[in-house]
T-cell receptor
Framework: AQSVTQPDIHITVSEGASLELRCNYSYGATPYLFWYVQSPGQGLQLLLKYFSGDTLVQGIKGFEAEFKRSQSSFNLRKPSVHWSDAAEYFCAVGANNNDMRFGAGTRLTVKP | EAQVTQNPRYLITVTGKKLTVTCSQNMNHEYMSWYRQDPGLGLRQIYYSMNVEVTDKGDVPEGYKVSRKEKRNFPLILESPSPNQTSLYFC?????????????FGPGTRLTVL
């Protein structure tokens, strides 16, 4: 069965520093992978998704993610974090919407 | 503005008192679903609907009911809430079932059952 692991529950970075959020997945076939962001008091917003093709995916708000099949990973990165990026981030895997598996989430704190 | 709305946003109730959380979308989406979010568990799907009058169980359907009488609305019903249903609930919609379809999430309903 598919599953998603986000090893880091909470990460703190300084504003302007780079960011990498880790995501490892288990899936029986070619995965469909997603990153969502949840700002305080808000619903989830899709940052980016990967289905096939170029393994480096660009998303909104300056985020990108790289699919590495050999490592079963789909890590999210941003070169320079802004205070407004403080939120909770969810990685998800699934073949369709009623088969999605979400990770437990990583909470990002940004220090001034 | 394209959006998914949920009401109420916050609700405190007591065990056994029936409640309904409404969900409405204005994007003419066929697919709608409900999730619950619990610390350390991420989001888990409760029920989903692929179209009007078509609903099916997700991963954690026990204690919940849904209905889809109109395309835009997908209410979540707790007929006899229990404390273990205290959670943050999200409604979502998309054009279809496929993985290529982006799900749009509502702002969430925080439910506390005493």
């Amino acid at each position: 069965a598919q599953s998603v692991t986000q090893p880091d529950i909470h990460i703190t970075v300084s504003e302007g520093a780079s960011l990498e959020l880790r995501c490892n997945y288990s899936y029986g076939a070619t995965p469909y992978l997603f990153w969502y962001v949840q700002s305080p008091g808000q619903g989830l917003q899709l940052l980016l998704k990967y289905f096939s093709g170029d393994t480096l995916v660009q998303g909104i708000k300056g985020f990108e993610a790289e699919f590495k099949r050999s490592q079963s990973s789909f890590n999210l990165r941003k070169p320079s974090v802004h205070w407004s990026d403080a939120a909770e981030y969810f990685c998800a895997v699934g073949a369709n919407n009623n088969d999605m598996r979400f990770g437990a989430g990583t909470r990002l704190t940004v220090k001034p | 503005e394209a959006q998914v709305t949920q009401n109420p946003r916050y609700l405190i109730t007591v065990t056994g008192k029936k409640l309904t959380v409404t969900c409405s979308q204005n994007m003419n989406h066929e697919y709608m679903s409900w999730y619950r979010q619990d610390p350390g568990l991420g989001l888990r799907q409760i029920y989903y609907s692929m179209n009007v009058e078509v609903t099916d169980k997700g991963d954690v359907p026990e204690g919940y009911k849904v209905s889809r009488k109109e395309k835009r609305n997908f209410p979540l019903i707790l007929e006899s809430p229990s404390p273990n249903q205290t959670s943050l609930y999200f409604c979502a919609s998309s054009t279809g079932q496929g993985a290529g379809d982006t799900q749009y999430f509502g702002p969430g309903t925080r439910l506390t059952v005493l």
